[in-house]
Every structure is written in C-alpha cells, then in structure tokens.
C-alpha cells in the first residue's frame, strides 16, 4: 500500500477541519496510506513568512521536511501553499550543498539532520498520478452531477518549469478528477487566475484581494457555476469568506470533500457548518 | 533626489534576487500580472528600479506587497527572470529595514507563539471533536518539545525578534 506523510498546515486544521476528515477517508478508501507527521509547524507559509525572512522560512521547512525523512515518507500536502512552499524549499536544498549545509547547522542544534530525500506531493497530483481516475471512477458511489468551476489557484501548477504537472494556461487535472466524481467540469476562461488571497494580500490589502475575488466569481456566474471545487484551504477561504458581501452564494467545496460526498460519506463527516457561504447539495 | 545605492545589486543578490539583472524591460509581466488591473504594482519598474540601485524606489511604498505571488510574471517572462524571487528579496530587505506592516507581524508572531500562521479555537476544538478528529491536531502546537525545537530555530534564525 502506497504511504505518505500526512502534512495538515494551518489553515485546514484551524478552519476547515471538514477538510482533513475528508482526506483521511478519501485516501483510507483509494487504498492510499496516511501517516500523521507529529510535530510539524506552519510549512511555512511562502507569501508572508518567506516574504519577511528566507533565512528563517527555509529552515523551518527543513525541519518539516526532514521529520518526513526521519519517518522514511514522502509529504502529501492539501493546500497550495503548503506545496509551493515545501516542494521550493526542497528543491532549494537539493540544488545547492552549501545551502543544505547552512540549513543543516541550524537543524544539528535541535538534533535533526536532512539530507535531501523527502519529495513533497500535492494530493490531487497524487490522486491522479498514482491512484488514477478509472480506480477513482470505480469507488464513487453517488455521483455528484454539478456544474462545477474547477479552481487550480496559483502554486499547485506553477512555477511550470519547476512543477511540470500541467500545463499552467489551461489544465486538464482537476477537471478530469472532478469529472471522475460524476460533476461536469465547465469549460471556462481564466481556469489559472489567483484567488487574491496570496502574498500577504487577504490580511493586508483584503480589498484588493476582494477585486480578485470578485473577477473570478462574475466570470464563474456567467458561464452557469453551480459549484466551485478547489484544491487549496487558502482558495477555499477567501471564496468561502467573501461571497456574501460580494453577493455571490457558490457553494465552495475542496476536492477532498468533493470526493468525500461522492464516495458516500455522512454529510456531517464533511465539516460542511464551518462554511460560511451555506452548501446545499 | 533619488539616489542610486551602488551596493544595492549585492544586497539584492544575497537575497535571492540577481535575476532582476537579467530584465530587458519587455513590459510583459505588468501586462500579465493581475494584481496591476488593480494596484499600483508595475513590476517592471521595480525591476529597472533594481537595476539602477534606486533602493528607496524599488521598497518603498505599498506596491511591493501588491503581489500575490501567483507566478504568471514567471511564466510569461522572455528573459527567465524570477520575478517572484526578486520580490521576495526585495521585502525581506524591506523588513529588514524595519517596514513590516501590522497585519503582517500578527501573522509572524503567531507562528513565533503556536507554530502555525491560524491559532485554534473553542469553536474549532467542538468541530473536530464532533468530526472524531482530536480538538488539537498532532503538530508542533500540541507538544512543548517539539515546539521547544521550533522556538530554536525561530531564535537562531532571528526571527522571533525581527517581528516582536
Ligand atoms: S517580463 Fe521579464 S524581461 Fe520583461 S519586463 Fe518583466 S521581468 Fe523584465
Ligand atoms: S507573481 Fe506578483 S508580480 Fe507576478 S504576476 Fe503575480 S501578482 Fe503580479
């Protein structure tokens, strides 16, 4: 049985704990294994943390990176950021020994050591890469048969040169996992525009975050939404969070609980009443 | 006057941001960067800005933290500039200088006091326990070693002090 470690990040457990029931039992059901990684932080996250020091942001994604190794796992992310930041983080480390080293010097005072080994996943890459739609297709139980705005976000796909899962401008990933949930993934024009939430700009500038937020709900509306189906808590967030004073009420759901309603899990495993844009389905 | 810094380029390079050398003023990016349909971010004059060592030009003011970090600059990019690593160093050497805004040190202190940017709360805990979820998750803020061992790195690193 394939095994990762399960990284949680913030946003998840401290929001949208619906999220991380919904992935155990997505993944216990595909046959894939999760390993809680006990003691892991914040990734840390690459728009804030890693914007007011690199230094720091580096380390403290050694340290997550090297409790994966510890436990001889690769990192299975739900969450962009978390992603972005520890697939650069360990990208970084494995190009250069001498950042390696400084980082190691750093991780030797708290007794931990790493040398470059764990690779970081995002789930639906996972998903798709190593269980695949037709094992996907056979375990849903209850198609879901929404007209749905799959939504990437920004870090799952790119950089593209450095991630090469898809191609960034127009995807094909999530449309086909969404379809494999019996949902109909709408064709639609800026499938690869920012949420707005990235970078520091939901705590610091929310109003022009809002903007962006907004540009992709009239888009999603005009072309007949009934759904938004992301892959990121951040995205899941600031879609969530905004819709009401935007006038907008598009169900948010992310992937995993997507994937949770169609393989039959009880509505309330959903964590579906910390939504705040209400989820009727 | 504005004034050229001479040894900006290195600062900017230690940083992580010599790739700013390499721009060639296409305009590319601010044409593709969504957050320039509503800011007053126009990265390729932070980026000429950089080149020029116009330091005060290239940090100040509210544009630099305009940016989502969404990478389509990079995408776009003829000349493989890595726009977003240029803006990382830029803020880093920003915050250095002491410009970190008030929201974003409530952030920074947050990781510094749980280990995560989001705190947990009653309301939370009630969730994941009906979840059959344990009220804390099995991470660094549920264990005072390991959040001891991360106290360590935030402390050497400078952190914990760059943002109090
Ligand atoms: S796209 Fe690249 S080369 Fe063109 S202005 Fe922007 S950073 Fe410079
Ligand atoms: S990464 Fe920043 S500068 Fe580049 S396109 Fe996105 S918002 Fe604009």
């Given at each position: 049985m394939a095994k990762y470690a399960f990284f949680l990040g913030?946003?998840?457990?401290?929001?949208?704990?619906g999220i991380e029931r919904s992935t155990r039992e997505v993944f216990k059901t595909l046959g894939v294994e999760l390993v809680d990684l006990e003691d892991?932080?914040?990734?840390?996250?690459p728009g804030v943390i890693k914007s007011f020091n690199k230094a720091t942001w580096l380390a403290v994604a050694a340290r997550n990176l090297a409790l994966a190794e510890k436990k001889g796992l690769d990192i299975v992310t739900i969450c962009n950021g978390c992603y972005g930041s520890l697939f650069d983080a360990a990208h970084e480390l494995h190009k250069d020994p001498k950042i390696l080293d400084d980082v190691n010097k750093i991780l030797s005072e708290i007794g931990l050591k790493y040398s470059g080994k764990t690779k970081v996943r995002h789930f639906a890459e996972v998903l798709y890469k190593e269980v695949g739609v037709e094992k996907i297709k056979k375990a849903v139980?209850?198609?879901?048969g929404y007209k749905t705005a799959v939504f990437y976000g920004c870090?799952?796909?790119?950089p593209s040169k450095l991630k090469?899962?898809?191609?960034?401008e127009d995807p094909k990933i999530l449309d086909e996992l969404v379809e494999a949930a019996g949902a109909e993934s709408m064709s639609r024009k800026?499938?690869?525009?920012?949420?707005?939430?990235g970078g520091g700009l939901r705590s610091q500038f929310g109003e022009t975050a809002m903007k962006f937020t907004k540009a992709n709900l009239e888009r999603m509306k005009a072309d007949g939404a009934e759904m938004i189906v992301d892959v990121c808590p951040f995205c899941h967030l600031q879609f969530d969070a905004s819709q009401k004073e935007l006038g907008f009420d598009l169900p948010v759901l992310h992937l995993s609980q997507l994937f949770g309603i169609a393989m039959g899990m009880?509505?309330?495993?959903?964590?579906?009443?910390?939504?705040?844009t209400p989820v009727k389905l | 006057m504005i004034k050229p810094v001479p040894e900006f380029a290195e600062e900017l390079a230690a940083n992580g941001?010599?790739?700013?050398?390499?721009?060639?003023?296409?305009g590319t990016c601010t044409l593709k960067c969504p957050s320039a349909k509503y800011t007053s971010l126009r990265t390729a004059h932070i980026m000429r800005a950089s080149q020029l060592g116009l330091k005060d030009e290239a940090i100040d003011g509210d544009s630099l933290w305009q940016?989502?970090?969404?990478y389509t600059c990079v995408e776009w990019c003829p000349r493989n500039v890595q726009v977003v690593d240029v803006i990382t160093a830029l803020r880093n050497i920003a915050v250095a200088d002491g410009m970190l805004h008030e929201s974003h040190r409530k952030v920074a202190q947050s990781l510094v006091k749980f280990g995560h940017t989001v705190e947990n709360n009653e309301k939370i805990k009630a969730l994941r326990k009906e979840l059959?979820?344990?009220?804390?998750?099995?991470?660094?803020?549920?264990n005072t070693a390991a959040k001891a061992d991360l106290d360590k790195i935030l402390n050497l690193t400078g952190f914990d002090k760059l943002v109090k």
């Open positions: 913030c946003i998840t457990p401290f929001r949208y704990p892991a932080s914040c990734c840390p996250a139980k209850k198609p879901t870090h799952f796909l790119k090469q899962l898809d191609d960034p800026g499938k690869a525009m920012c949420c707005g939430a009880d509505a309330e495993d959903l964590g579906l009443n910390a939504h705040i | 941001g010599s790739s700013a050398m390499l721009c060639f003023q296409c940016c989502t970090t969404c059959r979820l344990p009220e804390n998750p099995p991470t660094v803020m549920n």
